[in-house]
């Protein structure tokens, strides 16, 4: 018995073969899930799909699209019957201080890290209160545990995530599905590839640990928290930073 078996999956933000959200839906996959990976980057997003196989499918979803989640979750349901998983990982990366960061730019990265997991939770509690179970896991930051001066419209984001998860949690516990924050601290994916750039220093060396993170390890953890392993899990939130927060 694989850890998914049976079970329906959408990931956000999984296009990228690097990124968290491809991580998490290959190994979803490999424990037996049927999974959607969803992305604005459709090219990217069919090829990853195609690498898993038969039981991943890519559909095009922006995050920020009330109408566009409404129809990502009809064809889930008219496709698979059902939804089991939501993994809202999808989310930019923004610098820039208080004194730095335009209006602008404050409300691009509310309006896809912050807004989009609200409305991603919105449209698959719909679905998850109906039959009764399912597992929401936000994907927030080491950023939305603790401040940061440097980053402050995606430290706002972050910590939006992590109340909203709890909220949610105390909302949706009567009707059986559970909502999760996960915390990752610095991790190798596209978004953090500067941080590698050649001649700048090493990442991992101010780090507890002693190294970064991997999208792979992030994934075991989200699959816990999808899964019926984590039963009674429910508005928690889960740093994987190798200590960095601690
Ligand atoms: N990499 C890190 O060090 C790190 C650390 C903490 C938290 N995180 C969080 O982890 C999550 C995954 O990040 P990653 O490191 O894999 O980054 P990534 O840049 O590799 O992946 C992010 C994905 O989100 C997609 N995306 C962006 N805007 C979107 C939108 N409007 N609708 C749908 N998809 C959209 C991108 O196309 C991309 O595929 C993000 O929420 C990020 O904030 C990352």
Redesign the pocket.
């Known amino acids: 018995m694989r850890r998914l078996d049976g079970k329906v999956a959408l990931v956000?933000?999984?296009?990228?073969e690097?990124?968290?959200?491809?991580?998490e839906a290959r190994l979803f996959a490999a424990e037996g899930a049927t999974v959607v990976l969803?992305?604005?980057?459709g090219e990217?997003?069919r090829a990853t799909a195609a690498a898993i196989g038969e039981q991943a499918t890519y559909v095009d979803?922006?995050?920020?699209?009330a109408a566009a989640w409404d129809a990502a979750m009809a064809d889930v349901v008219a496709r698979h019957g059902r939804l089991d998983c939501l993994v809202?990982?999808?989310?930019?990366?923004h610098t820039g201080g208080l004194l730095e960061t335009s209006p602008e730019d404050y409300r691009r990265v509310v309006?896809?890290?912050q807004t989009?997991v609200f409305l991603g939770m919105r449209a698959a509690a719909r679905v998850m209160c109906e039959q009764g179970s399912g597992s929401i896991v936000n994907?927030?930051?080491?950023?939305g545990l603790r401040g940061d001066p440097r980053i402050h419209a995606?430290v706002a984001s972050?910590w939006a995530v992590r109340g909203m998860t709890k909220a949610a949690a105390l909302e949706l516990a009567p009707f059986g599905v559970r909502v999760n924050s996960v915390?990752?601290?610095?991790?190798?994916?596209?978004?953090?590839e500067t941080?590698f750039a050649e001649g700048r220093p090493d990442p991992g060396a101010s780090i507890p640990l002693r190294r970064?993170?991997q999208?792979e390890e992030?994934a075991e953890l989200v699959l816990f928290l999808a899964s019926d392993a984590s039963g009674y899990v429910t508005g928690s939130e889960v740093a994987i930073d190798g200590a960095v927060t601690v």
């Open positions: 956000t933000g999984a296009a990228l690097r990124g968290q959200g491809a991580c969803t992305d604005v980057q990217a997003g979803l922006d995050v920020t699209d809202n990982n999808a989310g930019v990366w309006e896809i890290n989009g994907i927030s930051s080491a950023a995606y972050k915390h990752p601290g610095l991790i190798r994916t596209p978004m953090s941080e970064v993170g999208p992030v």
